[in-house]
């Protein structure tokens, strides 16, 4: 079989279960299997392919078509530009995350700060933030071993872990250190809204991830606790947020004695991170 008949394929099959990106995401699949990029196998669709290869890329169209994320099939995802490994252990990186990290970045670009990541997941978070700022040193926290497991294999593959350390721990754990810098994508989904989720969302993604409990907003206000203690005098608070959360949130900050420095909006014009100096 050739290329451009086995994407027609693929997509066919895609296209029957509703993935909408059926076309993308056939190319993706296969680009992957055959270890070349995209445009290159489109510029090449008359190639064979072999029958081995034919069954991988059966095997992760009929993943793909029960909506499992690609992320998942690949096992990777792109973030501020490098990629990161990812697996069912933790959410995937956004796209909107990356807009905390490049204020933080520019933000702290000369100094040295000391960094806490809550609920780091994959690390993305930390690591990006790493990357660009030469001088800084992190520490990410998970509750989830395997989450831990997760970033300190993209700590090693990015080649930043002398400076960065990643902890199996609650917040409520963390004492006798002092932070410049404290970032967090907490869970922020009401427990009753998480049924309305997408299916790639509602049936892969971690739920302890997810779930913000009642109001959404349980380790939002957890992290703002904590951090009054754990933060440097003048230290920043960079919170990620869900949407509609933002007066809530504000309101919890003031309340505890922070002051609100910037703003940040998604791709939507929605409030989705507040940097806040305490």
């Given at each position: 079989?050739?290329?451009?008949?086995?994407?027609?394929?693929?997509?066919?099959i895609?296209?029957?279960?509703?993935?909408?990106?059926?076309?993308?995401?056939?190319?993706?699949?296969?680009?992957?299997?055959?270890?070349?990029?995209?445009?290159?196998?489109i510029?090449?669709?008359?190639?064979?392919?072999?029958?081995?290869?034919?069954?991988?890329?059966?095997?992760l169209?009929?993943?793909r078509s029960?909506?499992?994320?690609?992320?998942y099939?690949?096992?990777n995802?792109?973030?501020?530009?490098?990629?990161?490994?990812?697996?069912?252990?933790?959410?995937?990186?956004?796209?909107?995350?990356?807009?905390?990290?490049?204020?933080v970045?520019?933000?702290?670009?000369?100094?040295?700060?000391?960094?806490?990541?809550?609920?780091?997941?994959?690390?993305?978070?930390?690591?990006s933030?790493?990357?660009?700022?030469?001088?800084?040193?992190g520490?990410?926290?998970?509750?989830?071993?395997?989450?831990?497991?997760?970033?300190?294999?993209n700590?090693?593959?990015?080649?930043?872990?002398?400076r960065a350390?990643?902890?199996?721990?609650?917040l409520?754990?963390?004492?006798?250190?002092k932070?410049?810098?404290?970032?967090?994508n907490?869970?922020?989904?009401?427990?009753?809204?998480?049924?309305?989720?997408s299916?790639?969302?509602?049936?892969?993604?971690?739920?302890?991830a997810?779930?913000?409990?009642k109001?959404?907003?349980?380790?939002?206000?957890k992290?703002?606790?904590?951090?009054?203690?754990?933060?440097k005098?003048?230290?920043?608070l960079?919170?990620?947020?869900?949407?509609?959360?933002?007066?809530?949130?504000?309101?919890?900050?003031?309340?505890q004695g922070?002051?609100e420095?910037?703003?940040?909006k998604?791709?939507?014009?929605?409030?989705?991170?507040?940097?806040?100096?305490?």
């Amino acid at each position: 079989m050739i290329i451009l008949d086995l994407l027609s394929s693929g997509s066919k099959i895609l296209k029957s279960k509703k993935v909408q990106t059926y076309r993308l995401d056939s190319e993706i699949i296969l680009s992957s299997i055959l270890k070349k990029k995209r445009e290159q196998i489109i510029i090449n669709s008359e190639e064979k392919v072999s029958k081995k290869n034919i069954n991988n890329f059966n095997k992760l169209i009929i993943r793909r078509s029960t909506k499992e994320p690609l992320a998942y099939i690949l096992k990777n995802k792109e973030f501020w530009s490098k990629n990161f490994f990812v697996n069912r252990d933790t959410l995937i990186p956004r796209p909107e995350t990356e807009l905390l990290c490049d204020i933080v970045i520019k933000l702290f670009k000369n100094k040295n700060p000391h960094i806490l990541d809550i609920g780091t997941g994959t690390g993305c978070i930390l690591l990006s933030i790493l990357s660009e700022i030469m001088k800084a040193k992190g520490i990410g926290i998970d509750i989830s071993k395997k989450a831990i497991e997760v970033a300190k294999k993209n700590s090693k593959s990015l080649e930043l872990d002398k400076r960065a350390k990643f902890l199996t721990r609650s917040l409520d754990n963390i004492r006798n250190y002092k932070f410049d810098l404290i970032v967090s994508n907490p869970p922020y989904i009401k427990s009753s809204d998480i049924k309305n989720l997408s299916d790639d969302v509602r049936k892969f993604e971690p739920k302890i991830a997810l779930d913000g409990g009642k109001d959404g907003l349980d380790v939002i206000k957890k992290v703002i606790y904590k951090s009054k203690t754990i933060l440097k005098k003048l230290g920043l608070l960079a919170l990620e947020i869900g949407n509609g959360q933002y007066y809530k949130v504000s309101q919890i900050l003031k309340e505890q004695g922070f002051r609100e420095q910037l703003l940040i909006k998604d791709y939507q014009d929605n409030i989705r991170c507040i940097l806040a100096r305490f």
